[in-house]
């Protein structure tokens, strides 16, 4: 899924790497509960692939239905898509999303964080362009609206932008995670400014949504990793919680430029949140290039 090509020197980078990040403990006696049994791992992989597929077929007929029946549909899909992986969820503050035209952005940890947050705050996801060649994931990316960035061709950013604004422009909601690449969990990067510029443009708010697993290590989906090895980790995670936690809106005329608000929705993101690592967590990694971040967006 993450290919091996060498980015662009101005793409976002991180320092989580799957060697250092995303292992599980080690595993023993001190350590007797990390890990499921390789039967049940591979119930949870067959049950997780049959959910995805089962709603793939389904697609055509949902088009059938009401758009209030649709929306339900696929939102309790996704939600059983994750829990078929064995990952149970837990939001908090979901009375804090208002209605009408929203900019989401939230930290970005794993493939998860997309139908974790798409199952209660459905809307037009910003992904990279080689999503959209993803075997099944690209197709069901596409008719959901994606909109996708050329992460090659920083030209094309300002077209991007332009699309986030009218979504939003005309009471839409879109998500995007400003980190631009994938980080471990117990560390965050630099929420990037250029999707905030659509927020200012519309007049519309800042939703910020911090998401946060337990293990940390086995949702994180980071580097070069493969997809097989990341989904086998989440199967075989005995216990994986996910905290979505959805935070007071940000009123984007408040601030004079996309650098103030992006601070600001960075700022709310990170705040008491029981992830956040002491200093020296990625001190021994602080070097790896460009080539070792995933999920990469231009901002």
Known sequence: M?????PSPWLPT?????GHC???????????????????AAARLAAGIGTVLLGVLLAPATGLLPAAARLALVRGWLRAVVRAFG????YEGTAAAPD?????????????????????????MVAKTEVRRWPVLGTLAALGGTLFIDRDRLRSLP????????????????????????????ARGRFRPAAFQAALDSGCA???????????????????????????RVVSARRMVAEIQILDPISSIRYLDRRALAAAA??????????????????????????????????
């Open 2 to 6: 993450n290919g091996s090509t060498a």
């Open 100 to 124: 009408g035209p929203l900019l989401v952005v939230a930290n970005h940890v794993s493939w998860l964080d997309i139908p974790l947050v798409a199952a209660v705050l459905p809307g037009r």
């Open 206 to 232: 800042v939703l910020p949504v911090r998401i946060d697993y337990r293990p940390t290590g086995a949702a994180a989906y980071v580097g070069d990793d493969p997809l097989g090895a990341s989904l086998w």
């Open 22 to 40: 995303s292992a599980h403990p080690p595993g023993g006696a001190e350590h007797p509960t990390e890990r499921a049994g390789a039967v049940l």
């Open 266 to 299: 960075q700022r709310a993101v990170a705040r008491d949140s029981a992830n956040l690592p002491s200093p020296s967590v990625h001190q021994r990694v602080s070097s790896i290039s460009a080539a070792s971040s995933s999920f990469r967006t231009p901002a």
């Open 87 to 90: 990952v149970r969820v837990r």
């Open 159 to 186: 077209g991007t932008v332009r699309a986030m604004s009218g979504v939003l422009a005309g009471g839409g909601r879109v998500v995007v995670f400003p980190e631009g690449s994938t980080w471990c969990g117990r």
């Open 14 to 18: 991180a320092p989580c790497t799957p």
